[in-house]
């Protein structure tokens, strides 16, 4: 506010002053948000899957009664039932039938009257889309462990763990997601135990007469799909044939798969469906509860419990610690903190992996490790989206502190842009792991069994390099702006694989392009621009639905606005160049007005991808973090003499 003083002698007022104000408000949350020991963790949500599946896997294991946390879990899982009766995969998501599958047989478990308004409402939609056995796999899959048959199920013998590396179907050739989850499903596939289920609930109403054929849940390339449902046929009539030594070899070589990667109470790659996987293998192989391998599978998955203060509990799918607190310093230090950002640098600065060479040392046995994972906790599988975030990071901390970092740096840099796959790209966990083909057998219904290179990923290892120096015409750099160049599509946007879509892969492109010294004014950047302009919504923000991912691509799917999603905008246009344009001076007055009274932004809405079309996230954090983020950086360029972007992301 100005003096009276300054107004009679024609001051006129700081158009930033209250950005500064919407900063400091910002700032001060997000400090107060973080850990005692420097870290910064938030919720990481995800649909009615999960804690459905934790209610179902207590009663398979036959464990002792815990009604206050299933009434919990029950009251959560009432409150995000859709008005379409079913329950759906992210907010304002239209029905999705194995989510509600589960969640209606964890209702059920817990007790519901299945003749409640929820229940028959939730019933009536399952039936009249074939019932429960049109679920996914992995539905089908839990379904049989409760005594419902495995007629269903694709047919995955655990002899497959012994396939030689040139074997089509190989375990290396599948995503890090995808081996984690198998391999002790394969053992569960072979054995075939029946769970304790001990209170004899089950769901036999929602199944129609007649058994329904193997199917996927998405299209699939016609010839590998009939090729494989052969395949299916062939494995089923012959699962009695494999020779028992055999079989018990393939189970063991799971078992020691599995115990190498127990990862302590962090699980069994650090998320959900494997540490249950492991959990139900242990049992299934007659391990008791208190062996030491069974026991830390199961502790783990405890761990992602979030108790609510309003009584609600739900199962979180894994948790994100290292990508918030990376992330979060990123924003503080954008916005002036450099203490907090400093705490949160020196808590990651030793979850550095560097003497574990986890499984992408398959495909890159010569690169030393050096990555970061997302969780507390992950040696075997550090991801390079994490790790380009931590050193750009760390990097931004050295003219404060100095050389502190500067070994984790060359080391993060080192590992991964060491995996760069054979096309120039990068992907999340591997390189080249491109069997496409694998994406049509009958296990992989949900199309999402690989990692391959995304724009997301490549753009922020481009952001990395540039930022620590890299020339923009070496080998890997020429290579992977080649690669985003390529992906572009036709109006203008990057498909985001990891962030919920177009808005978060052109967000991350543009950031790429800026760094990698891209001329502002070249077409693909220009295109970029003119369409992060065009779907910005009349009110000044930016939103975009999961619809997004649908396979008829339409590039954009309309939303209302929303705190990320606009950060992200805004911060893809002004690495474009565009501080001064209109459009970014709307977006940072919806901020601006959208600023909750504790500071942060509040945002219902899911804008983390898991799976695309099958999987996402609610991450918590991001409304706290991308917010802060986009307008300091708005004022520090406002306020600054130089206009280009100087950092990374």
């Given at each position: 506010m100005l003096r009276v003083e300054d107004q009679a002698e024609?001051?006129?007022?700081?158009?930033?002053?209250?950005?500064?104000?919407?900063?400091?408000?910002?700032?001060?949350?997000?400090?107060?948000?973080?850990?005692?020991?420097?870290?910064?963790?938030?919720?990481?949500?995800?649909?009615?899957?999960?804690?459905?599946?934790?209610?179902?896997?207590?009663?398979?294991?036959?464990?002792?009664?815990?009604?206050?946390?299933?009434?919990?879990?029950?009251?959560?899982?009432?409150?995000?039932?859709?008005?379409?009766?079913?329950?759906?995969?992210?907010?304002?998501?239209?029905?999705?039938?194995?989510?509600?599958?589960?969640?209606?047989?964890?209702?059920?478990?817990?007790g519901d009257d299945v003749d409640a308004p929820h229940m028959a409402r939730a019933r009536g939609e399952i039936l009249k889309r074939g019932g429960a056995g049109a679920a996914n796999v992995f539905t089908r899959i839990q379904l049989a462990l409760f005594g419902y048959g495995w007629a269903g199920v694709p047919e995955i013998p655990p002899e497959l763990i012994l396939a030689p590396r040139w074997f089509p179907i190989h375990l290396s050739k599948m995503s890090y997601w995808a081996r984690t989850v198998i391999v002790p499903l394969l053992v569960l596939c072979a054995l075939r135990p029946v769970a304790r289920n001990r209170r004899g609930v089950r769901v036999d109403e929602l199944f129609l007469p007649g058994r329904r054929p193997l199917q996927r849940a998405l299209p699939g390339k016609r010839l590998w799909t009939a090729g494989f449902a052969a395949l299916d046929v062939v494995l089923k009539r012959g699962r009695r044939l494999w020779p028992a030594p055999l079989r018990r070899r393939a189970i063991d070589a799971c078992v020691g798969f599995v115990v190498e990667r127990l990862n302590g109470e962090d699980g069994l790659g650090a998320i959900y469906p494997a540490m249950a996987n492991s959990v139900m293998m242990f049992d299934a192989l007659g391990y008791p509860p208190e062996h030491p391998h069974r026991a830390i599978a199961r502790a783990s998955l405890e761990k992602l419990l979030v108790r609510r203060t309003d009584g609600e509990v739900y199962c979180q799918p894994c948790v994100s610690p290292v990508w918030d607190t990376a992330l979060a310093a990123h924003a503080m230090l954008e916005a002036g903190d450099e203490e907090s950002a400093t705490r949160g640098l020196d808590w990651l600065a030793p979850r550095q992996i560097l003497d574990v060479t986890g499984d992408w040392a398959v495909q890159k046995p010569d690169v030393r490790p050096g990555g970061w994972a997302f969780q507390y906790g992950n040696d075997h599988y550090p991801d390079l989206d994490d790790t380009a975030v931590v050193?750009?990071?760390?990097?931004?901390?050295?003219?404060?502190?100095?050389?502190?970092?500067d070994e984790r740096i060359d080391r993060g840099v080192e590992w991964t842009a060491g995996l760069q796959s054979k096309d120039g790209g990068y992907a999340a966990f591997d390189a080249d792991n491109m069997a496409y083909y694998l994406n049509d057998i009958p296990f992989a219904d949900h199309g999402a069994l690989l990692d391959p290179p995304t724009a997301d990923v490549t753009a922020r290892v481009v952001s990395m390099l540039a930022q620590l120096g890299e020339a923009a015409n070496s080998p890997r750099m020429a290579e992977a702006v080649e690669w985003l160049r390529r992906d572009q599509h036709p109006e203008g946007s990057w498909w985001g694989r990891w962030g919920v879509n177009y808005i978060y892969g052109t967000w991350s492109v543009l950031c790429a392009l800026n760094m990698a010294g891209v001329d502002p004014a070249s077409a693909m950047v220009r295109r970029a621009v003119r369409w992060l302009i065009a779907i910005q919504n009349a009110d000044g923000g930016w939103g975009e639905s999961a619809d997004s991912y649908a396979l008829t691509r339409k590039a954009h799917e309309p939303a209302p606005s929303n705190a990320s999603q606009t950060a992200w905008a805004l911060l893809g246009l002004m690495a474009a160049g565009e501080v001064d344009h209109p459009a970014v001076t709307r977006g940072v007055a919806w901020l601006e007005r959208h600023q909750a009274e504790d500071g942060l932004w509040g945002q219902e809405h899911y804008t983390g991808g898991g799976f695309p079309r099958v999987f996402y996230l609610r991450y918590h954090g991001y409304p706290k973090y991308f917010p802060l983020w986009a307008l300091a950086r708005y004022r520090n360029l406002k306020r600054g003499n130089e206009r280009r972007v100087g950092f990374g992301m």
């Open positions: 024609g001051f006129a007022p700081d158009p930033l002053d209250g950005i500064d104000h919407a900063i400091a408000r910002a700032r001060g949350a997000l400090a107060a948000a973080q850990r005692p020991d420097g870290h910064w963790v938030f919720e990481l949500e995800a649909d009615a899957t999960i804690p459905s599946e934790y209610i179902l896997l207590r009663h398979y294991l036959g464990e002792p009664d815990d009604l206050a946390l299933e009434a919990a879990i029950g009251r959560y899982l009432r409150r995000i039932q859709a008005p379409h009766g079913g329950w759906s995969l992210y907010q304002d998501g239209g029905f999705d039938i194995s989510a509600t599958v589960k969640a209606y047989f964890a209702l059920k478990m817990i050193v750009m990071a760390m990097d931004r901390a050295r003219p404060r502190l100095g050389d502190r970092y």
